[in-house]
T-cell receptor
Framework: NAGVTQTPKFRILKIGQSMTLQCTQD?????MYWYRQDPGMGLKLIYY???????DKGEVPNGYNVSRSTTEDFPLRLELAAPSQTSVYFC?????????????????FGSGTRLTVV | KNEVEQSPQNLTAQEGEFITINCSYS?????LHWLQQHPGGGIVSLFM???GKKKHGRLIATINIQEKHSSLHITASHPRDSAVYIC???????????FGTGTSLTVIP
C-alpha cells in the first residue's frame, strides 16, 4: 500500500514549456486534490475531484488543467509555464465524508513536487 | 484579511511541556483540518473534525463551532514533535478551502 505517489520530485522548466505532474493513489479514495505551497504562504487549492470523470476548480486554477479518468490517477497539467508557477505542489486524497471511523478521514498527502520555472 | 488565523506563529518548548496551538476562522465551515509538516516538507493529516474533540496518542484537537475556534494540544511534548502545524478550513468538497500559514514548533530536549 503505497498511499499517494507523486512524480517527479523536482523539475526545472523554462518559461513557456509544458509538463504534467503525476499523482496516483492506491487507497481507492474518491476525493483527490492538488495544492501549491509558496514560501511563507499557506497551501492553496488548485483543483479537486470528487470521483472519476468529475473535476472542479479550487482557489487558484489559472494556468493549470486536470483530468480524472480513473479513481487512481489525478494528473496536473501546466500548459505554458510561468515564473509565478514556481512552487511546491502537493497532491492529496481522502475518503468519503460519511466514513468517520478514522480521525482524519484517511486524508493522505503525496511527498510533493518542487517546480522551478526560469 | 486571512480567513484562517493561527497563533502563535512560532513556539519553542522544553521537552515534556504541554503545548497549545490556536486557530480562529471567519468563514462558515463543514470541517477543520490539522496538518503537520516536517522540515523535509512532507505533510501528514492529523485530524479532520466538525465538532467536539478528537484524540490520537498525545495529540488532542478541539473545535468550538459557535466561537469559530479550534485548538491543537500536544501533551508531554517531544523533540520529534518539532514541525509546522497547519490549520485548514473548508467545505468537504468545494473550492472554498483556506489554510493558515502555520505554527512553527520547536521542542528542545
Amino acid at each position: 500500500n503505497a498511499g499517494v505517489t507523486q512524480t517527479p520530485k523536482f523539475r526545472i522548466l523554462k518559461i513557456g514549456q509544458s509538463m504534467t505532474l503525476q499523482c496516483t493513489q492506491d487507497m481507492n479514495h474518491n476525493y483527490m486534490y492538488w495544492y501549491r505551497q509558496d514560501p511563507g504562504m499557506g497551501l492553496k487549492l488548485i483543483y479537486y475531484s470528487v470521483g472519476a470523470g468529475i473535476t472542479d476548480k479550487g482557489e487558484v486554477p489559472n494556468g493549470y488543467n486536470v483530468s480524472r479518468s480513473t479513481t487512481e490517477d489525478f494528473p496536473l497539467r501546466l500548459e505554458l509555464a510561468a515564473p509565478s508557477q514556481t512552487s511546491v505542489y502537493f497532491c492529496a486524497s481522502s475518503e468519503l465524508w460519511g466514513n468517520r471511523d478514522r480521525n482524519n478521514y484517511g486524508y493522505t498527502f503525496g511527498s510533493g513536487t518542487r517546480l522551478t520555472v526560469v | 484579511k486571512n480567513e484562517v488565523e493561527q497563533s502563535p506563529q512560532n513556539l519553542t518548548a522544553q521537552e515534556g511541556e504541554f503545548i497549545t496551538i490556536n486557530c480562529s476562522y471567519s468563514v462558515g465551515i463543514s470541517a477543520l483540518h490539522w496538518l503537520q509538516q516536517h522540515p523535509g516538507g512532507g505533510i501528514v493529516s492529523l485530524f479532520m473534525l466538525s465538532s467536539g474533540k478528537k484524540k490520537h496518542g498525545r495529540l488532542i484537537a478541539t473545535i468550538n463551532i459557535q466561537e469559530k475556534h479550534s485548538s491543537l494540544h500536544i501533551t508531554a511534548s517531544h523533540p520529534r514533535d518539532s514541525a509546522v502545524y497547519i490549520c485548514a478550513v473548508g467545505a468537504w468538497a468545494g473550492n472554498q478551502f483556506y489554510f493558515g500559514t502555520g505554527t512553527s514548533l520547536t521542542v528542545i530536549p
